[in-house]
């Protein structure tokens, strides 16, 4: 009878383990597979197509949207959704002010700052001097 119990409480426990580690092994495919999934980006600004051509300065849609209003210590994310090279970097064409420079992002390339200090941060595009927008710190 003893050995019935024993017998009993180590199946039990066996079984015990496999469901845990099975569970765990779910888990653990949950992750991988979202690890193969293309990088989705928190995208606060993008730069839309055709902004490499002149125009989009006349509404503002050069970087969309041009003007963000975030808190100090907060983070902007940026990315270039054109087919062109495209650039954030402080200041205007004719004054850089050299604070800021992603250079120039590839197609689909992000470039995420964080401002510390409250502040009107304007930039432009180096390839595209009609493409500027503004990140006011409050
Ligand atoms: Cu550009």
């Not at 490499?52 to 050069?62: D, I, K, M, W």
């Not at 994310?77 to 495209?86: E, G, K, P, Y």
Request: hydrophobic share 35%.
């Amino acid at each position: 009878m003893k050995k019935l119990i024993i017998i009993a409480s180590v199946t039990i426990s066996v079984i015990i383990f496999a469901v845990i580690f099975s569970l765990q092994d779910t888990k653990t495919n949950q992750i991988d597979e979202s690890k193969n999934q293309i990088e989705v980006y928190d995208v606060d600004i993008f730069m839309p197509t055709k902004s490499s051509r002149p125009g989009c300065e006349e509404s503002n849609l050069c970087y969309i949207p041009s003007l963000v209003e975030i808190n100090a210590g907060e983070s902007v994310t940026w990315q270039n959704q054109d087919v062109a090279f495209h650039s954030v970097t402080s200041g205007t064409y004719e004054n850089p002010d050299g604070l800021f420079d992603s250079g120039h992002l590839d197609p689909y390339q992000s470039f995420t700052l964080t401002f510390d200090n409250t502040g009107e941060y304007d930039y432009f595009c180096t390839l595209h001097p009609w493409m500027n927008g503004k990140v006011h710190v409050k």
